[in-house]
């Protein structure tokens, strides 16, 4: 079973500054492509960057394009997410997860484990 665990939400003012990070309970993962996705109350969880697992091919969301940026540990078994120039619009429960394949995927459906959320609250 593997185990994704994410770090790093917090409440802070627009324009601020974030690093969330997700561990991987197992070596595997280092073999999976990752992803970040978030949800807000009511509506759909969305994807919001992903990354190979060479830490090639990232994909953002538009909404967070210039501004986040995903990255892999030494390792692999870890994921970051910078997210930069935060707004009250990026306020939302952040979830990390793992997909079936190793490529870098934006597709929901393929990602078949995931972390429990951290939340981050954007204030204006």
């Known amino acids: 079973q593997v185990q994704l665990v994410e770090s790093g939400g917090g409440s802070v003012q627009a324009g601020d500054s974030l690093k969330l990070s997700c561990t991987c309970s197992r070596r595997t993962c280092s073999n999976n492509g990752m992803g970040w996705f978030r949800q807000t109350p009511g509506k759909e969880r969305e994807f919001v960057a992903s990354?190979?697992?060479?830490?090639?091919?990232?994909y953002y969301a538009d909404s967070v394009k210039g501004r986040f940026t995903i990255s892999r540990g030494y390792g692999a078994s870890t994921v970051y997410l910078q997210m930069d120039n935060l707004n009250p619009e990026d306020t939302a429960d952040y979830f990390c997860?793992?997909?079936?394949?190793?490529?870098?995927?934006?597709?929901?459906?393929?990602?078949?484990?995931w972390g429990q959320g951290t939340r981050v609250t954007v204030s204006a």
């Open positions: 997860a793992a997909s079936r394949s190793a490529a870098s995927t934006t597709q929901t459906s393929m990602y078949n484990y």
């Open positions: 990354i190979a697992w060479n830490g090639g091919t990232p």
